[in-house]
């Protein structure tokens, strides 16, 4: 499975609560990915020559945390036909029918079922990706990069509020979602994300 500029599962989030700086913003408060601040790469070894590399570039993530980081919980949907790898040729092939078959199956999901801390500013996402109307269960290591005020806040209106940023890496097996006809090893994502309180 191949993964953009946006995760996320937007997923992380739910590490802010973990951090143990729940006070720095409220609890049970909505977050919403910036599109502009949000990445979902992927990558892939090119029969072990070279590693490769590609993006989705339109990906809408909504955090829901709440003042416990267990009862937190995010989703994402992907276009998948937002896709690119910077060489319009394989780009088209991704898309068509040899692989993601994004004509079929527009959008990929991943909706979380669980928050595991694992350090100070680490934790575990646990959830559902479906990609290619298949759903299996990942897990998303990720890493809470920023929450509270935006450091930008008192510059630009825009980024007044507050907002949630962290980042999160997994790998899949594209074959698993019925996604190409052969195996070019495991896919590696990772999600990078700002996002802020509704």
Not at 129 to 141: M, Q, R, S, Y
Not at 147 to 154: D, E, N, T
């Amino acid at each position: 499975m191949f993964i953009n500029r946006n995760i996320s599962t937007r997923l992380l989030l739910a590490v802010a609560a973990s951090l143990g700086t729940a006070g720095v913003a409220k609890a049970d408060t909505t977050y919403i990915t910036d599109q502009g601040h949000t990445e979902v790469i992927f990558s892939w070894s090119h029969a072990g020559v070279s590693m490769q590399h590609g993006e989705f570039e339109t990906a809408v993530g909504t955090l829901n945390w709440a003042d416990k980081v267990e009862d937190s919980s995010v989703s994402v949907v992907i276009e998948t036909n937002s896709l690119s790898s910077g060489f319009e040729a394989l780009d088209k092939h991704l898309m068509s029918k040899d692989f993601l078959e994004v004509e079929t199956y527009p959008q990929m999901t991943f909706e979380s079922k669980s928050v595991t801390q694992t350090g100070d500013k680490t934790m575990e996402i646990s959830g559902d990706l479906t990609i290619h109307g298949v759903t299996k269960p990942i897990v998303l290591d990720a890493e809470l990069t920023h929450l509270g005020k935006h450091p930008l806040g008192g510059a630009l209106d825009y980024y007044k509020g507050d907002w949630i940023a962290f980042s999160a890496t997994t790998t899949i097996d594209h074959q698993a979602f019925g996604v190409g006809g052969f195996s070019t090893g495991p896919i590696a994502i990772e999600i990078n994300t700002e996002m802020k309180a509704k």
